[in-house]
T-cell receptor, first 113, second 113 residues
Framework: GAVVSQHPSRVICKSGTSVKIECRSLDFQATTMFWYRQFPKQSLMLMATSNEGSKATYEQGVEKDKFLINHASLTLSTLTVTSAHPEDSSFYIC?????????FGQGTRLTVV | GENVEQHPSTLSVQEGDSAVIKCTYSDSASNYFPWYKQELGKRPQLIIDIRSNVGEKKDQRIAVTLNKTAKHFSLHITETQPEDSAVYFCAAISSGGYQKVTFGIGTKLQVIP
């Protein structure tokens, strides 16, 4: 299957700082990538759809100025959590689809202290 | 938009017994229904999927059934083993737009040895 690589897998940052998470499609090109957030014992909630070369589409309730998404190439999408707060602590996962099937990155465990 | 409901939220079975997880969806345009297994802190892994032109699909101990009329689909795991213990998510994907994946809330399956 296709490989989606996400980095870093874990990050701890101080309140008020920004954190960048990278999502790469290693063996295919992805014009669209999806960013999810998963709180403990909860489902994956779609935050935004990242589109190569254009603006991301954000889900209702997700602050676009706080969660900056850049999809500058067909193999890389980045999510930057700006001015992070403890309530942003969560598991963030990216995904891309190939022939209908969704492939996920390893996920990033963000802890804001 | 699509709404996927999943139940039960937790399920405990004895090793060797069968486990059944059920999901319903709301969008009649959805035509692809994958099931994912997620172990703690790891990415979701596709275990089986079904498309709307098929009523049932089986892969060894795992099977999925789909009732398009009733808009529900189910995951069946037979001869459960301790390594089947994980959280399982159903999902529905529509054919239009960016083909967002809408996940169910998840079912925590515990297989008791």
């Amino acid at each position: 299957g296709a490989v989606v690589s996400q980095h870093p897998s874990r990050v701890i940052c101080k309140s008020g700082t920004s954190v960048k998470i990278e999502c790469r499609s290693l063996d295919f090109q992805a014009t669209t990538m999806f960013w999810y957030r998963q709180f403990p014992k909860q489902s994956l909630m779609l935050m935004a759809t990242s589109n190569e070369g254009s603006k991301a589409t954000y889900e209702q309730g997700v602050e676009k100025d706080k969660f900056l998404i850049n999809h500058a190439s067909l193999t890389l999408s980045t999510l930057t959590v700006t001015s992070a707060h403890p309530e942003d602590s969560s598991f963030y996962i990216c995904s891309a689809r190939v022939s209908g099937e969704a492939f996920f990155g390893q996920g990033t465990r963000l802890t804001v202290v | 938009g699509e709404n996927v409901e999943q139940h039960p939220s937790t399920l405990s079975v004895q090793e060797g017994d069968s486990a059944v997880i059920k999901c319903t969806y709301s969008d009649s345009a959805s035509n692809y229904f994958p099931w994912y297994k997620q172990e703690l802190g790891k990415r979701p892994q596709l275990i089986i999927d079904i498309r709307s032109n098929v009523g049932e699909k089986k892969d060894q101990r795992i099977a999925v059934t789909l009732n398009k009329t009733a808009k529900h689909f189910s995951l069946h795991i037979t001869e459960t083993q301790p390594e089947d213990s994980a959280v399982y998510f159903c999902a529905a994907i529509s054919s239009g737009g960016y083909q967002k994946v809408t996940f169910g809330i998840g079912t925590k399956l515990q297989v008791i040895p």
